[in-house]
Nanobody
């Protein structure tokens, strides 16, 4: 089992920045990739970014490219999502997720490509 705990959400003005953290524990050696997803009220949970656990590969949703950066601290088993130039449409609950097995590339940007989920952290961007 892999446990994930997110932190770092909050309220920020448009144009501001936040850094989310996702700390993994348990069988972290089994993690293949970590993704960030977000869910706004009334909407589906959608892909934001992912990074392979090795750190070799990353991918971003078009809506956040150039503004968000995913990174990892190996020693802390923690994955970060640095969010800059935030916009009101970035308001959502943000979830990190771990994928434990190799999967087709297409699945890595969908919720089906992940096995363990954190509890979520709220990000609110005011205009």
């Amino acid at each position: 089992q892999v446990q994930l705990v997110e932190s770092g959400g909050g309220l920020v003005q448009s144009g501001g920045s936040l850094r989310l953290s996702c700390r993994a524990s348990g069988r972290t050696f089994s993690i293949n990739r970590v993704g960030w997803f977000r869910q706004a009220p009334g909407n589906e949970r959608v892909f934001v970014a992912f990074m392979t656990w090795s750190g070799v590969s990353t991918n971003y949703a078009d809506s956040v490219k150039g503004r968000f950066t995913i990174s990892r601290d190996n020693a802390k088993n923690t994955v970060y999502l640095q969010m800059d130039n935030l916009k009101p449409e970035d308001t959502a609950v943000y979830y990190c997720a771990a994928g434990l097995a190799l999967s087709p590339i297409a699945l890595r940007t969908t919720t089906r490509g992940y096995d363990s989920w954190g509890q979520g952290t709220q990000v609110t961007v005011s205009s």
